[in-house]
């Protein structure tokens, strides 16, 4: 063995060589040192920005990152503007150690400004760390360019507690159907019509009245929407306005100013002048007596207010606007046996009635509560009765409730025209 291993040694060790030799030129030819490493972007980054921005807005955009091998050199911000398809530099910011303990990290804000563009343009913005070896890390945002500036129309309108013949007196309600961001649209993309605007999300509507020379008040504001998420897109709605009080003879305006937060912004319309009447006053107060008696009620039961007088019981009940129809179980119960409907009330709304104050009670309320049918009548309930759904009301309050072996009467006090 020794004789074998002393005569082929030089053949082994020129073998061994040759191998050598063999693997260093692979690894030389597989393995290229390519330069340091890369910079690292944390994945905490808040580069996350909203979908559409105005222009002059500024666009935050925060970055977390750490150096590796070689210290960071800069941060450079890029932007691309369609239709343009070429990334332009606007901003290089030299580094400067901000260490947060908290994110453990280096933290940079940068404060992107959109520029000048066409509305619904889209922009890409780079953010680059740079390290001092040339290589670098990027985190790109996009976005679309969107109008700030709001707009604001009156469609039409209407009255909603005055007669169309009658005059509009304080405490009438006119409603105004309005319309926002005319032909808006609260996102886009590439197949979104040219003709479409991109707003920005609308806030609120603020409505302002001005009564003769007196100062403008705010009269009430609402969100947009009332509930749900807010939006940049045309939305159309009515907005109830109330005449104010000792108003007559005056001209009065109403100033509706739609509002959008982000950037603040905001656009007005005025309505044209309304110049109140003075109130209708009604009757002096009428005394009238509902008797049930028997069983089916007889000849004293009913009401008819159109005619102000009793209705029979062989009346037809297309006449009888108000009716005891039962006193069971110790609850006297009224009905309008015909398309008469009543809106209980307050005392002072009595005190006060005139023949537009009680048209306005009956007109703002709820279609709940406006009933044909009331439970259980009590001493000190007020109602108006709006009187087969024409333009006739009288108010009402019970004076007096009394029950007898055979029966029960109800005493009422009227207001009516």
């Known amino acids: ?22 693997c260093d030129e692979k690894l030389d030819e597989l393995y290229t040192e390519v330069g340091p490493q890369f910079p ?60 947060s303990r908290l994110k453990r990290a280096d933290t940079l804000v940068v404060n992107y400004v959109v520029p000048q563009a066409a509305n619904k343009s889209l922009i890409r913005v780079d953010v680059r760390v740079v390290s001092q070896n040339g290589q670098f890390r990027t985190r790109s945002a996009e976005f679309r360019v969107a109008e700030a500036t709001p707009t604001i129309r009156i469609n039409s309108v209407a009255n909603v507690t005055a007669p169309t013949a009658g005059p509009i007196v304080a405490g009438d309600v006119v409603r105004y159907n309005l319309t926002l961001n005319v032909n808006g649209v609260t996102s886009a993309t590439t197949t979104t019509p040219a003709t479409s605007i991109l707003y920005k999300d609308l806030d609120s509507l603020i409505t302002y009245v001005q009564v003769g020379t007196t100062a403008e008040r705010r009269l009430l504001r609402q969100r947009l929407p009332a509930v749900g998420a807010q939006t940049g ?39 044209s002048a309304i110049t109140p009447g003075t109130p209708t006053a009604l009757a002096a107060v009428r005394p009238i007596t509902l008797t049930y008696t028997g069983t089916t009620g007889g000849d004293l039961a009913a009401f008819n207010f159109a005619a102000f007088s009793a209705a029979a019981a062989a009346d037809a009940a297309t006449v009888k606007d108000i009716a005891i129809t039962s006193i069971a179980t110790n609850q006297v119960k009224l ?64 004076t007096g409730l009394n029950r007898t072996a055979t029966g029960v009467s109800l005493a009422l006090d009227v207001k009516a025209l």
């Open 335 to 398: 009905d309008a046996l015909n398309t008469t409907r009543l809106v209980k009330t307050t005392a002072a709304v009595y005190t006060a009635a005139t023949s537009n104050s009680i048209r306005q009670t009956y007109l703002t309320a709820t279609a709940a509560n406006q009933v044909a049918s009331v439970a259980n009548v009590l001493v000190g309930d007020v109602y108006v009765a709006r009187v087969r759904g024409g333009d006739q009301y009288v108010v009402f309050t019970v």
């Open 40 to 99: 690292t972007i944390l994945a905490n980054s808040s580069f996350t920005p909203a979908t559409k921005y105005a222009v002059g807005e500024t666009v935050p955009l925060e970055l977390n990152f750490a150096q590796q091998t070689d210290p960071i050199n800069e941060i450079l911000v890029l932007q691309k503007v369609e239709p343009s398809r070429d990334s332009v530099v606007v901003q290089t910011i030299p580094y400067k150690p901000a260490y």
């Open 1 to 22: 063995m020794k004789h074998f291993l002393k005569r082929y040694a030089p053949l082994l060790l020129l073998t061994l060589t040759g191998l050598t030799t063999s």
């Open 233 to 271: 897109a045309a939305t159309t709605l009515s907005v109830d306005a109330t005449i104010p009080a000792n108003s007559a003879g005056q001209a009065v305006t109403f100033r509706f100013e739609a509002k959008v937060r982000t950037p603040a912004r905001s656009a007005s319309v005025t309505s």
